[in-house]
């Protein structure tokens, strides 16, 4: 096994050796054959697991050989002597009594010694092998809500916790606090991630556990290494899965319906997504999120459409009820006071198509009549009662029939003015749309509806990023949200008033899609030296060129997803463009050449969009001054992002913008 002793690269063992050798040893009359054969087998999982933390293979190798016992067993004694402070044999197995202190031998933040011997006693009363306290017993649910908030909020804490329960797992003659103890396990390593140090022996653990229990809480620990650590402890959904060892199923509801999804504890919004888009005839598309709601759903929160476990958003929720349950995770589990929705979260710039319109128009005429979405004007107001009219009655239009209407869909703002009041005004609109003749389908007003609706609310519907640090010219929060629409960015702060509410929210910055000229790469954020548990912060930079040249900095947790988002906007209106500016010039090589002539700052106007246009480093187009066409290079221009004409003051911008950047004497440019 020691491979550089026999001149072996580690490939050639993988390849090579490694069928062969426990065929061999198996041969052999040695004792230590069979403890050769489980070595290697170990030896192999920690060599990979090695491989995906970064440790050379000597690491790898003595990783896998220091820990195990004459068996080829994982030993916490072996373990102990190298991490814990107290070394002896006692202290690494299986002990109702209290501890003198942590068992890591680490350096500890304030308090955090006094949590670990906490957790240790919730711990044993978890177990079973401590009775609960006599005052305000905890719940299940509270005692592993307890250990894993304080995994989740002093990290340092997180090899100490596990550490704890390994040691109580170790020669355990209970069988049933042996078994409370894996499901113990199974919770913790659901919902944080222990440090490099430990995880290489906790997996030898855990696949030298019961079997019942082994594949279960090892596909646990995978999903967190992989996805990271949630930010909330557990949920009565992740008791049941853990005394279960299995998914559970839950119902996400949508306006035409609903669809069952398998989640296990690491289940991210971006995978429920999935799952709800192959279980339905709903096109995948983008925009949709999860939302947990209330049962009535009038109060909701988005999961997003990405990495953001739902296990985390749906703590909240329990949180709220679960008093009236008294902490019973069975009757949470059962009655769940919570929803899943799926939703139109953020709309693309532009028109996404039918596929989906039904849903989509449900969601609208929904969020009216819930408050959601509110018409300011009543001319406005008039109109969607207009064209929701046409879609419910059809084109004949009825007083008697609009009053009923009006009275079914009590949308919100129609109190601003009585029935009759309303008639007149919806019958004008009714008119003005010409819908009296039936000129449209029903499927046509609803598109005009969703259309209305994408230009007027993209403040309602916008991908909200929280807790973010925004940098704009002379300005600079530590705490805004970072809202993507179909526009663009807007970036809100709240600040104290001495109003009833004691605070009000500002737009800080905003950049529209139609005035961004760059988009910079993510690269991790600079600040102070972060620890072995903390998230890592990313940057990007957002240059802009209207009202005023502006550079934008967006630093988050989340900054990669902010990224994305906003590229997968900017690059589609782009490609969809029909409008470019010359970012240097160009002279054709003769005056009667079928090549385009122009000057830095000219508008050319695309003869198709320029994700048709551009072709081999060339495009076609008509200079907006001269009304000349022909082709140019395509490394000349800069592609103005919108699907319309920009107004001439941002056209102006960027054309100052163009002529800021240009060197002297470019005119002789080719």
């Excluded at 202190?101 to 009363?125: A, E, F, K, M, N």
């Excluded at 490099?196 to 594949?215: H, N």
């Excluded at 929280?466 to 970036?491: F, M, P, W, Y």
Aim: hydrophobic fraction near 40%; glycine fraction near 6%; proline fraction near 4%.
């Amino acid at each position: 096994l020691r491979h550089k002793k026999c001149g072996l690269s580690l490939e050639t063992l993988a390849t090579d050796v490694a069928p062969a050798l426990p065929v061999v040893l198996q041969n052999c009359s040695s004792h230590y054959a069979a403890f050769a054969v489980c070595v290697w087998h170990k030896l192999q999982d920690h060599l990979l697991d090695c491989a995906m933390n970064g440790h050379n293979e000597s690491q790898a190798i003595d990783a896998a050989l220091a820990f195990l016992d004459d068996d080829g067993q994982p030993s916490l004694v072996k373990f102990a002597r190298k991490f814990f402070q107290d070394k002896s044999p006692a202290n690494a197995r299986y002990h109702r009594g209290a501890i003198s202190g942590p068992l890591i031998r680490q350096i500890y933040g304030d308090g955090d010694s006094d949590r670990c011997l906490s957790v240790w006693v919730t711990i044993l009363r978890f177990m079973g092998d401590l009775p609960p306290r006599k005052n305000n017993p905890l719940t299940n649910l509270e005692s592993v809500q307890l250990i894993t908030n304080i995994a989740l909020t002093r990290p340092v804490t997180r090899d100490e916790i596990i550490c704890q329960i390994l040691k109580q797992l170790t020669k355990n003659p209970n069988k049933t606090s042996h078994a409370r103890g894996w499901v113990l396990l199974a919770l913790c390593v659901g919902v944080f991630v222990p440090s490099g140090m430990l995880q290489g022996f906790l997996r030898s653990f855990i696949q030298a556990g019961p079997p019942k229990y082994r594949d279960f809480v090892l596909r646990r620990f995978d999903r967190t290494i992989a996805l990271g650590s949630r930010s909330k402890p557990i949920t009565s959904l992740d008791i049941e899965m853990a005394f279960r060892k299995t998914t559970v199923s839950i119902t996400v509801d949508h306006i035409n319906g609903q669809v069952d999804i398998d989640c296990d504890s690491q289940m991210t919004a971006q995978e429920a997504l999935e799952q709800v888009f192959e279980r339905t005839n709903l096109v995948a598309e983008a925009g949709f999120s999860i939302y947990v709601t209330t049962p009535d759903g009038d109060v909701m929160t988005s999961v997003g459409a990405g990495a953001n476990y739902l296990m985390d958003a749906i703590f909240e929720y329990e949180v709220l009820a679960s008093s009236a349950y008294n902490g019973d995770w069975q009757r949470l589990a059962q009655i769940r006071p919570w929803r899943l929705a799926l939703r139109k979260e953020v709309f693309a710039p532009w028109f996404e198509g039918v596929s989906n319109m039904g849903i989509i128009w449900d969601q609208l005429i929904d969020g009216m009549e819930r408050g959601f979405y509110i018409c300011e004007s009543d001319e406005d107001m008039a109109r969607m009662m207009a064209q929701l009219y046409y879609i419910e009655d059809g084109f004949r239009l009825d007083t008697g029939r609009l009053k009923r209407l009006l009275n079914r869909h009590d949308v919100a703002g129609i109190e601003r003015m009585s029935l009759d009041a309303w008639v007149p005004l919806v019958t004008r609109e009714f008119d003005k749309l010409a819908l009296y003749s039936k000129p449209f389908s029903a499927d046509d007003v609803k598109v005009a509806m969703i259309k209305f609706a994408r230009n007027t609310w993209f403040n309602e519907f916008a991908r909200q990023f929280l807790n973010c640090q925004v940098e704009a010219g002379d300005r600079n929060s530590n705490s805004v949200t970072v809202c993507v629409s179909c526009k663009g960015i807007h970036v809100l702060e709240v600040y104290k008033t001495t109003t009833r509410a004691g605070s009000s929210t500002q737009v800080m910055a905003r950049a529209e899609y139609a005035t961004m000229v760059d988009i910079g790469p993510v690269t991790e954020a600079e600040g102070p030296a972060r620890g072995k548990y903390d998230a890592v912060p990313y940057t990007f930079d957002i240059t802009t060129v209207h009202p005023t040249k502006q550079k934008l900095t967006i630093t988050s947790n989340e900054a990669k997803a902010i990224h994305s988002l906003v590229t997968s906007y900017y690059k589609g209106l782009t490609d969809r463009a029909k409008y470019c500016m010359a970012a240097m010039p160009y002279r054709a090589p003769s005056n009667n050449s079928s090549f385009l002539s122009f000057d830095t700052g000219d508008l050319i106007v695309l003869s198709k969009i320029w994700y048709e246009a551009e072709q081999d480093g060339w495009a076609e187009g008509i200079a907006s001054k001269t009304r000349a066409k022909g082709d140019f290079p395509s490394a000349n221009v800069i592609v103005v992002p919108s699907i319309f004409k920009p107004d001439e003051e941002i056209l102006s911008a960027f054309k100052s913008y163009l002529l800021e950047l240009a060197p002297a004497g470019d005119a002789d440019a080719i």
